[in-house]
């Protein structure tokens, strides 16, 4: 091999290198975040242990759907950026609504299990039926 092939060769390799680093990271590497890792970030944002694996999958569902799953694989991740904030905040008001913002409007993900009706124990959705004849009995305390 001759002089000038080693130089050509390592003049092409250290451009290479150079154009793959100035590309933006989704073009070569797109992220994605699973359930059990969007329920994990989920509980530690709205300190909640007991969220339902079955929600988080559909509100998961939903934020990719929305083109989130990387952005919430860097949450998740503690890859902090300009838009974990409204994004954190976005993954908290579902939890607590039931509802999440889509782009023809808001889509109910759930009503019953939302995280409202927990911070208000002093109330139930409305609709929702403890038993029969429960309005009839004395509230406790």
């Not at 003049?11 to 990271?25: E, I, S």
């Not at 902090?80 to 409204?86: E, I, T, V």
């Not at 759930?110 to 124990?121: E, F, G, K, R, V």
Request: aromatic share 8%.
């Amino acid at each position: 091999m001759t002089i000038d092939t080693r130089r050509r060769r390592l003049l092409l390799g250290t451009a290479g290198a150079a154009l793959t680093a100035l590309l933006p990271l989704p073009l070569y590497a797109e992220r994605e975040i699973g359930v059990d890792a969007f329920l994990a970030l989920s509980q530690k944002l709205t300190e909640k242990p007991e969220l339902d694996h079955s929600l988080a999958a559909a509100y998961l569902k939903a934020f990719k759907a929305l083109g989130k799953g990387p952005a919430l694989a860097d949450l998740a991740d503690a890859h902090p950026n300009a838009a974990d904030k409204a994004l954190a905040e976005a993954v908290i008001g579902a939890w607590y609504t039931g509802l999440i913002s889509v782009d023809s409007g808001l889509r109910l993900v759930t009503y019953d299990d939302a995280l409202l009706w927990q911070s208000m124990d002093y109330t139930k959705p409305p609709g929702f039926c403890d038993s029969f004849g429960a309005w009839a009995k004395a509230p406790a305390g």
